[in-house]
């Protein structure tokens, strides 16, 4: 089985740790360039098979350095000794002359063994197996080696280089019970007949060796365990493998090939259960003993065992190495049965430099929370704090999901540092799988990459190792944090990122994805745990958050919350995205906009060959002048709605996916442009029917500003009515008049602008499937409500985009 280990550099200290589905670890670390290892235990016997999962004061291992590539020994290199100076599950190693990084920058790779003997030959290590009375520590024979692709500098020396280490032998314990399946205690001394006992490690190669002769080996006698216990050369059983001991002074012998298993050879790695039954009325012992295996090539030896023939949970672990990105989400990814998010237990993380205290944890006693608006919410693990500006936005997220076989864990946000050393702990009840033992020692590790130099255009990808970012969050932090001044851009590779994004108080940034099919923006943020339109807590009191605490309450509005999937909000001026999807993926039916925009009434955004999917509320385009080029948008309920300055659709499709559907609630204020389609086709998906193009607000001070010019729209897209509510959408001349009371005072529409004010039409045809014919023709319940505009009012206020969003300071921006 295998033994997977980190060297590791902190600081000028090399560490050598583990990083497989389920291995130890060390650490070691260089102080003036010269090596220091350590190396944690834990909870797995894979050094002290009997005596407990800590190294003990003087265990020593025998370390090599080698010009990376090849098997060319650095000076001073060859079995270096190093010794344990403490009894803990994180011990140090230090030598008297330790290794030393090369000045002249020259990459180097390790190679190491335990236990350490002084005198080894043409890289020959020796091993005999016959007297294990004492114990099987001392016989756990070990062997690493770091490949090419982690070798290091003296430059390189903080970061983190991977080492295999394998147990090249296989464990042997005997458990003996009496007919009812008792325990018994074996005394005298059992012996193990028939293996070989003489061993030989090639340090240079990893191979492993015997000779042909057998010989007699000396077991240990667990009397803790009540077991009888032996490392052995793995290989075949053969009729002469036979065990020996007594009980209460009378003699037993058993024959390793008699087991239910049907076992008939030993595997390096492999730690081997045999249950033996003692029938003492007859002096005898039931011939066909129960076998239990486990390890495996990728898992070192556990202290548990399972029925029957147990073989290791398998699984792959990312990050694992160094290079990981700051903002990654973690994945282990399973093979055979589809792993299980479990009830109880944790998942936590934890700096390698700093073991005694987790840096983020998830709680698998908890799930999303509804945040209520009415207050007392607890902020738990399952909820996160995102955003790096003023205004950060506090939501429930995933912090654990299953997709497939994978089980996905996104660390809380800004939890993970540039430049970083971690391991990952996760208690066995978090994850249920068949064999998987949870991941209880440091053997997950993995080093984040330094931060970005400051720049003006970063990547996001979750296949390309040499992007900048794993998530677009984490990019737009960046660009938020470094305050980065002039054009920027995010290039958003293809691939599906789910996550919630606030962008706030950032200017002239661009996300250009690869193509509106191929890169997409997703999440199932929604009304029902992430209530309102929110546009974040005040970052002091976010920041503060602890588990446990209340959701901060302010003015009697709950700061939690928020169900956009992209937030765009604050000063955020001329933001802009390119061949992007952002869809909602939450599975039923509610409040969700995958966009929502709440910045300045003078600010900009503009969206061009991006493609928008939800049910309902699928856009909310308020804040100032926004443009949609080129787009598509669905749902099914005042799918594009809320108040704006001026939002222009262009040559854009807008679908009704629902039959009885709503399209449009535009809650503009008075004498603001508001909502025009220019040039759009509103179509519906096939065999809906009886939807209304229009929701009215009443009672709220808008009138609905809203205008189609060019443009064609399927009969059944409103064929149930123009409008909802029964209110003339047509403007009346002048404002002075007109007022509504805001729930405290009479409050004035005010001036005349002389903009007309509702729902307007020029030139838009209404198709049936065969014919086209105008709207105000069509013979809909609510045409007559519809201001048909004038040529005039067209050329003064909507003939084309720089007429439409000629408020916003620069026209020229909104280019395709």
């Given at each position: 089985?295998?033994?997977?280990?980190?060297?590791?550099?902190?600081?000028?200290?090399?560490?050598?740790?583990?990083?497989?589905?389920?291995?130890?670890?060390?650490?070691?670390?260089?102080?003036?360039?010269?090596?220091?290892?350590?190396?944690?235990?834990?909870?797995?016997?894979?050094?002290?098979?009997?005596?407990?999962?800590?190294?003990?004061?003087?265990?020593?291992?025998?370390?090599?350095?080698?010009?990376?590539?090849?098997?060319?020994?650095?000076?001073?290199?060859?079995?270096?000794?190093?010794?344990?100076?403490?009894?803990?599950?994180?011990?140090?190693?230090?030598?008297?002359?330790?290794?030393?990084?090369?000045?002249?920058?020259?990459?180097?790779?390790?190679?190491?063994?335990?236990?350490?003997?002084?005198?080894?030959?043409?890289?020959?290590?020796?091993?005999?197996?016959?007297?294990?009375?004492?114990?099987?520590?001392?016989?756990?024979?070990?062997?690493?080696?770091?490949?090419?692709?982690?070798?290091?500098?003296?430059?390189?020396?903080?970061?983190?280089?991977?080492?295999?280490?394998?147990?090249?032998?296989?464990?042997?314990?005997?458990?003996?019970?009496?007919?009812?399946?008792?325990?018994?205690?074996?005394?005298?001394?059992?012996?193990?007949?028939?293996?070989?006992?003489?061993?030989?490690?090639?340090?240079?190669?990893?191979?492993?060796?015997?000779?042909?002769?057998?010989?007699?080996?000396?077991?240990?006698?667990?009397?803790?365990?009540?077991?009888?216990?032996?490392?052995?050369?793995?290989?075949?059983?053969?009729?002469?493998?036979?065990?020996?001991?007594?009980?209460?002074?009378?003699?037993?012998?058993?024959?390793?090939?008699?087991?239910?298993?049907?076992?008939?050879?030993?595997?390096?790695?492999?730690?081997?259960?045999?249950?033996?039954?003692?029938?003492?009325?007859?002096?005898?012992?039931?011939?066909?003993?129960?076998?239990?295996?486990?390890?495996?090539?990728?898992?070192?030896?556990?202290?548990?065992?399972?029925?029957?023939?147990?073989?290791?949970?398998?699984?792959?672990?990312?990050?694992?190495?160094?290079?990981?990105?700051?903002?990654?989400?973690?994945?282990?990814?399973?093979?055979?049965?589809?792993?299980?998010?479990?009830?109880?237990?944790?998942?936590?993380?934890?700096?390698?430099?700093?073991?005694?205290?987790?840096?983020?944890?998830?709680?698998?006693?908890?799930?999303?929370?509804?945040?209520?608006?009415?207050?007392?919410?607890?902020?738990?693990?399952?909820?996160?704090?995102?955003?790096?500006?003023?205004?950060?936005?506090?939501?429930?997220?995933?912090?654990?999901?299953?997709?497939?076989?994978?089980?996905?864990?996104?660390?809380?946000?800004?939890?993970?540092?540039?430049?970083?050393?971690?391991?990952?702990?996760?208690?066995?009840?978090?994850?249920?799988?068949?064999?998987?033992?949870?991941?209880?020692?440091?053997?997950?590790?993995?080093?984040?990459?330094?931060?970005?130099?400051?720049?003006?255009?970063?990547?996001?990808?979750?296949?390309?190792?040499?992007?900048?970012?794993?998530?677009?969050?984490?990019?737009?932090?960046?660009?938020?944090?470094?305050?980065?001044?002039?054009?920027?851009?995010?290039?958003?590779?293809?691939?599906?990122?789910?996550?919630?994004?606030?962008?706030?108080?950032?200017?002239?940034?661009?996300?250009?994805?690869?193509?509106?099919?191929?890169?997409?923006?997703?999440?199932?943020?929604?009304?029902?745990?992430?209530?309102?339109?929110?546009?974040?807590?005040?970052?002091?009191?976010?920041?503060?958050?602890?588990?446990?605490?209340?959701?901060?309450?302010?003015?009697?509005?709950?700061?939690?919350?928020?169900?956009?999937?992209?937030?765009?909000?604050?000063?955020?001026?001329?933001?802009?995205?390119?061949?992007?999807?952002?869809?909602?993926?939450?599975?039923t039916k509610t409040q969700a906009e995958v966009l929502c925009i709440r910045n300045k009434s003078d600010n900009a955004t503009a969206f061009v060959r991006c493609r928008f999917y939800s049910q309902q509320d699928t856009l909310l385009p308020g804040g100032g002048y926004n443009w949609f080029y080129d787009c598509y948008v669905e749902g099914d309920t005042d799918f594009i709605w809320g108040g704006n300055s001026a939002c222009?659709?262009?040559?854009?499709?807008?679908?009704?996916i629902t039959s009885g559907g709503r399209g449009f609630n535009a809650r503009v204020k008075a004498n603001n442009i508001g909502y025009v389609f220019s040039e759009c086709s509103l179509t519906v998906a096939e065999g809906v029917t009886k939807c209304r193009l229009l929701e009215g607000s009443d009672g709220t001070g808008m009138v609905d500003n809203i205008t189609f010019v060019n443009t064609t729209i399927d009969k059944e897209?409103?064929?149930?009515?123009?409008?909802?509510?029964?209110?003339?959408?047509?403007?009346?001349?002048?404002?002075?008049?007109?007022?509504?009371?805001?729930?405290?005072?009479?409050?004035?529409?005010?001036?005349?602008?002389?903009?007309?004010?509702?729902?307007?039409?020029?030139?838009?045809?209404?198709?049936?499937?065969?014919?086209?014919?105008?709207?105000?023709?069509?013979?809909?319940?609510?045409?007559?409500?519809?201001?048909?505009?004038?040529?005039?009012?067209?050329?003064?206020?909507?003939?084309?985009?720089?007429?439409?969003?000629?408020?916003?300071?620069?026209?020229?921006?909104?280019?395709?």
């Open positions: 089985m295998k033994f997977t280990s980190y060297i590791y550099t902190l600081l000028g200290v090399l560490c050598l740790y583990a990083c497989s589905d389920e291995d130890n670890n060390g650490v070691a670390s260089s102080d003036s360039n010269g090596v220091v290892f350590s190396a944690n235990i834990g909870e797995y016997q894979t050094r002290i098979a009997t005596d407990g999962g800590s190294w003990a004061k003087g265990d020593r291992i025998g370390t090599y350095m080698y010009a990376a590539g090849t098997e060319n020994l650095m000076t001073f290199s060859n079995n270096v000794p190093y010794t344990c100076q403490n009894e803990e599950q994180l011990a140090t190693f230090k030598a008297d002359k330790p290794l030393m990084f090369p000045a002249d920058e020259q990459e180097v790779s390790f190679k190491a063994y335990y236990p350490y003997v002084e005198n080894i030959n043409e890289y020959l290590y020796p091993l005999v197996l016959d007297n294990q009375q004492q114990g099987t520590a001392p016989y756990d024979l070990m062997y690493a080696v770091s490949d090419g692709t982690h070798a290091r500098t003296r430059e390189e020396s903080s970061s983190m280089v991977p080492l295999n280490f394998s147990h090249c032998l296989a464990k042997v314990i005997l458990k003996l019970t009496d007919k009812e399946e008792k325990p018994l205690q074996a005394d005298g001394e059992p012996i193990f007949q028939g293996m070989k006992t003489h061993v030989t490690l090639n340090l240079k190669s990893g191979n492993l060796s015997a000779q042909t002769a057998t010989a007699p080996i000396q077991a240990f006698l667990n009397t803790d365990e009540n077991s009888i216990e032996a490392i052995v050369f793995p290989g075949e059983l053969t009729d002469n493998c036979v065990a020996e001991f007594s009980i209460d002074g009378k003699a037993y012998s058993w024959m390793f090939k008699d087991n239910t298993a049907g076992l008939t050879s030993l595997e390096a790695g492999y730690k081997y259960v045999f249950s033996l039954k003692i029938l003492t009325e007859s002096g005898t012992i039931d011939g066909a003993a129960d076998v239990e295996q486990s390890g495996s090539s990728s898992t070192p030896w556990q202290n548990e065992t399972t029925t029957g023939i147990a073989t290791a949970s398998q699984y792959k672990l990312y990050p694992c190495d160094k290079g990981a990105f700051a903002d990654t989400e973690l994945k282990i990814t399973f093979t055979g049965e589809t792993p299980r998010l479990g009830t109880s237990g944790s998942i936590r993380i934890y700096r390698a430099d700093n073991p005694a205290e987790p840096i983020d944890e998830i709680r698998m006693d908890e799930r999303q929370e509804p945040i209520s608006e009415n207050g007392g919410t607890k902020f738990n693990t399952w909820m996160d704090v995102i955003g790096s500006s003023d205004r950060k936005l506090i939501v429930n997220y995933h912090a654990v999901k299953v997709d497939g076989k994978e089980v996905i864990i996104k660390p809380h946000s800004r939890k993970l540092d540039f430049g970083t050393d971690y391991f990952v702990l996760i208690d066995k009840e978090a994850i249920q799988h068949d064999g998987f033992k949870g991941i209880t020692t440091s053997k997950w590790f993995f080093t984040t990459r330094p931060e970005p130099e400051v720049k003006t255009t970063v990547s996001v990808s979750h296949t390309d190792a040499n992007a900048d970012f794993y998530t677009l969050q984490g990019a737009v932090d960046f660009f938020t944090r470094n305050a980065v001044e002039g054009e920027k851009t995010i290039m958003l590779d293809e691939g599906k990122f789910e996550e919630i994004v606030n962008i706030r108080n950032l200017s002239n940034l661009t996300v250009k994805g690869a193509g509106a099919d191929k890169t997409e923006i997703q999440s199932d943020n929604n009304n029902n745990w992430n209530p309102g339109i929110k546009d974040g807590c005040d970052s002091g009191l976010a920041d503060a958050l602890k588990p446990g605490m209340d959701i901060p309450y302010v003015d009697g509005r709950n700061q939690g919350g928020g169900r956009a999937g992209v937030l765009i909000a604050g000063k955020a001026d001329k933001i802009r995205f390119e061949d992007v999807s952002m869809r909602c993926l939450y599975p222009l659709f262009e040559s854009c499709e807008v679908e009704m897209f409103f064929s149930g009515g123009i409008n909802s509510k029964d209110k003339s959408m047509v403007p009346i001349a002048g404002y002075d008049d007109i007022r509504y009371n805001d729930g405290n005072n009479v409050v004035s529409l005010g001036e005349d602008t002389g903009i007309k004010d509702g729902c307007k039409m020029y030139n838009c045809t209404y198709y049936d499937g065969e014919n086209k014919k105008s709207v105000q023709e069509s013979g809909v319940n609510g045409a007559d409500r519809i201001h048909t505009l004038t040529l005039e009012e067209y050329n003064q206020y909507f003939k084309d985009r720089s007429t439409v969003l000629g408020g916003y300071v620069d026209t020229t921006w909104f280019t395709e």
